[in-house]
Nanobody, 128 residues
């Protein structure tokens, strides 16, 4: 059964860093766009960042310059490096994958409806 599993979350102080990993099992991340999304308590889910099969990436304005998405297709893994973290980054972070060879262009990869497979999420807490 195809699934995505996130890891690397936890608690960090303001200004600190964390790296999230998203590992796929039962299917390949190759030729799929991968996205990271987050949802804070009482708020709507929002896009964080996304990366195409070819490595082109986009990030939400709120994390631009602080978060970096990357992928290692050989390891079937996508990463989210988070730096200069703020209390407002506190949320459950989930990764998601599109269907194989799905046509996703530009910043449309920041739209959750483009994604087909979702991970369970990983809690990230930033304290001030």
């Amino acid at each position: 059964q195809p699934q995505l599993v996130e890891s690397g979350g936890g608690s960090v102080q303001q200004g600190g860093s964390l790296r999230l990993s998203c590992v796929a099992s039962g299917f390949t991340l190759d030729y799929r766009t991968i996205g990271w999304f987050r949802q804070a308590p009482g708020k709507e889910r929002e896009a964080v960042s996304c990366i195409s099969h070819g490595g082109r990436s986009y990030a939400a304005d709120s994390v631009q310059g602080r978060f970096t998405i990357s992928r290692d297709n050989a390891k079937n893994t996508v990463y989210l490096q988070m730096s200069s973290m703020k209390p407002g980054d506190t949320a459950v972070y989930s990764c998601a994958a599109t269907k194989y060879r799905a046509q996703v262009f530009g910043t449309t990869c920041l739209r959750s409806e483009m994604f087909y497979i979702w991970g369970q999420g990983n809690q990230v807490t930033v304290s001030s």
